[in-house]
Every structure is written in C-alpha cells, then in structure tokens.
C-alpha cells in the first residue's frame, strides 16, 4: 500500500496536480469538441471519491478517473449524452487507462485513491 501510494503522490506532483494550486478538475469533452467541462475532484478520504469511465475516441478507448461523489451524477448525465454523440470509427480499442496512465490489463484492478485532496486513480 506504500508503494501504491508514493507512485500516486509522484503522478499528481509529476503532472502539477500537488501544487499549491489545490486539486484539478477532470476535464471532459464529447466526441472531439472543443467544448470542456470541469468535473470536481476534490477530496477528504479515500470514501469521498468515485471511479468514473470517459470515452476518449471513436474506437471505444475508456479513460478511468477518480471525481468527487457528488460529482457523479452531472459526469454520468454528460457521459449519456457524448454516447449519443459519438461517431464510430474502424479501428482497435486502445487499453483503457487510470489517471497516472496505468493500462488495466486482464487480471488487475483499478485503485482508487484521495491524495493530497484530489481523487485519483491507478492500476493495482
């Protein structure tokens, strides 16, 4: 569990989200738009946080982030909502990956975690 949580701490720092700035909105946009919306991210514990799954492309590609749970709802309505949206394209599914971009492989699990006060997930 240690270890699990250094390699968190070293993800949110590498990518500025342990700065002093405070926690980082997930940013979401709907089948390629320009239009992004913020989801919150902000947590106390471990308990104030929920995995959520984004598609990132037209061939099916799942992004895994931790938000805030009562962030859940508006990122279900919006995810609904790019489903509709979405064009299909022919081409392979990349492997779905967590915010510290650790691919799930078959076998493992999604970790999900409150590190300095933002929810984040990784591969365990």
Same mark, same amino acid.
């Given at each position: 569990?240690?270890?699990?949580?250094?390699?968190?701490?070293? /993800?949110?720092l $590498?990518? !500025?989200?342990?700065?002093? !700035? *405070?926690?980082q909105?997930? %940013?979401?946009?709907?089948? *390629?738009?320009?239009?992004?919306?913020?989801?919150?991210r902000? &947590?106390? $514990?471990? $308990?104030? @946080?929920?995995?959520?799954?984004?598609?990132?492309?037209?061939?099916?590609?799942?992004? #895994?982030? !931790? #938000?805030?749970?009562?962030?859940?709802?508006?990122?279900?309505s919006l995810?609904?909502? &790019? $489903?509709t949206?979405? /064009?299909? @394209?022919a @081409? /392979?599914?990349?492997?779905?990956?967590?915010?510290? *971009?650790?691919? =799930?492989?078959? *076998? %493992?699990?999604? /970790? =999900?975690?409150?590190?300095? !006060?933002?929810c984040?997930?990784?591969?365990?």
């Amino acid at each position: 569990m240690r270890l699990v949580l250094l390699s968190l701490c070293s /993800a949110l720092l $590498a990518t !500025g989200c342990g700065s002093t !700035g *405070g926690p980082q909105p997930l %940013r979401v946009s709907c089948g *390629g738009t320009s239009n992004t919306v913020l989801f919150d991210r902000s &947590c106390l $514990a471990d $308990a104030d @946080c929920a995995a959520v799954t984004h598609e990132t492309d037209c061939c099916g590609t799942v992004q #895994i982030s !931790g #938000i805030s749970r009562h962030a859940v709802q508006s990122f279900q309505s919006l995810e609904s909502d &790019c $489903a509709t949206k979405q /064009a299909r @394209c022919a @081409c /392979a599914t990349s492997p779905s990956q967590t915010d510290d *971009g650790s691919v =799930l492989t078959p *076998g %493992r699990q999604v /970790a =999900l975690s409150c590190v300095h !006060g933002q929810c984040f997930t990784t591969v365990r």
